[in-house]
């Protein structure tokens, strides 16, 4: 099973998201709820990249951990926004439709 976590501040705003483990919805090549989820994620750390000059993510197999620095300047945080919050919808949207193989977690801090 993959597991989404997203970081918000009381105000809503995502600092992280974390995705770890494997779908297992079909053997490895052929699972499109894993590609489904590959698909939204790095672009969504590609748009990061290109849009608002943010690279702070690790990855490994099986793993992605992304976080905005906290020294982000104001006016980045409405692209950023976007772009999480997209991401953040179609996560929850493949969670909707695969949910023994995706589980999205919010957390506020």
């Not at 590609?35 to 943010?54: H, K, M, Q, R």
């Not at 409405?78 to 695969?98: D, V």
């Amino acid at each position: 099973m993959i597991r989404v976590k997203i970081v918000r501040d009381k105000e809503g705003f995502i600092w992280s998201f974390t995705i770890k483990g494997h779908a297992g919805y079909r053997k490895r090549g052929e699972d499109i709820v894993c590609a489904g989820v590959s698909a939204i994620a790095y672009t969504a750390v590609g748009a990061l990249s290109e849009l608002a000059g943010v690279n702070k993510y690790v990855e490994k197999d099986g793993y992605l951990k992304c976080s905005i620095p906290q020294s982000i300047s104001d006016d980045k945080k409405p692209t950023i926004k976007i772009i999480l919050e997209t991401m953040a919808i179609g996560l929850k949207q493949l969670e909707n439709s695969y949910s023994d193989y995706v589980v999205v977690e919010e957390e506020e801090v």
